[in-house]
């Protein structure tokens, strides 16, 4: 009973996480576009480990296709190396998309416990505070530390090249797999979404 009870604890703590694994520090959006929601997409992610670029596209693909939005894929057109803005602007026309959305990271910051946000500190407490906690899940209070990226998306309207809807978002990172490129991904496409700039 009592492991039953620690596993459901474990994924209740796992789920809590992973709903707040990317938070918005900056959002911009043209209000001057009014071309509506886009429907051809090129994906680019620019990461430091091509195989975590490929898996971020191919899920921003996998997500865009199920709101109904065609994509191409940046690791397929320009395979080898991130490509320049001038070799994405050479192939616009050929490709017959309407938008660019690049995906770069921008930088990476640790923090120790003490710097987390409000509401990640609640949860911790919590956690640490309960006497069914884990005891691997209790960390003292300053010496937690958790890594984080700093990542810009942007997406472009491919008729005129210019930035039409850009975020800085950060993200726990808590290891490059599917379900941290699912997570992120699902973020940044919901406030898109929300954006009015896919459905």
Not at 25 to 42: A, I
Not at 78 to 88: A, H, I, L, T, W
Not at 102 to 115: A, C, F, P, R
Not at 146 to 166: C, G, P, V
């Amino acid at each position: 009973m009592k492991n039953k009870r620690r596993i459901f604890l474990l994924f209740m703590l796992m789920a809590i996480t992973s709903c707040m694994a990317t938070r918005f520090s900056d959002v911009w959006v043209d209000d001057t576009y009014q071309k509506g929601p886009v429907k051809d997409v090129l994906v680019i992610a620019i990461l430091p480990d091509p195989k975590g670029s490929k898996m971020v596209e191919e899920e921003m693909a996998r997500q865009l296709k199920s709101r109904g939005v065609n994509t191409v894929l940046g690791s397929v057109e320009f395979p080898g190396k991130p490509p320049s803005r001038e070799d994405v602007v050479s192939r616009l026309d050929n490709l017959g998309v309407d938008a660019v959305l690049v995906t770069k990271l921008i930088g990476k910051e640790t923090k120790s416990y003490q710097d987390y946000p409000d509401d990640y500190k609640a949860v911790l407490r919590q956690w640490e505070a309960s006497d069914r906690a884990l005891p691997q899940a209790r960390t003292p209070l300053g010496v937690e530390r958790q890594n984080y990226a700093h990542i810009r998306t942007s997406l472009f309207d491919a008729e005129t090249q210019k930035i039409i809807w850009s975020a800085l978002t950060e993200t726990w990172i808590v290891g490059m797999d599917s379900r941290l490129a699912s997570s992120f991904v699902s973020t940044v496409l919901q406030k898109l979404a929300d954006d009015k700039l896919i459905r």
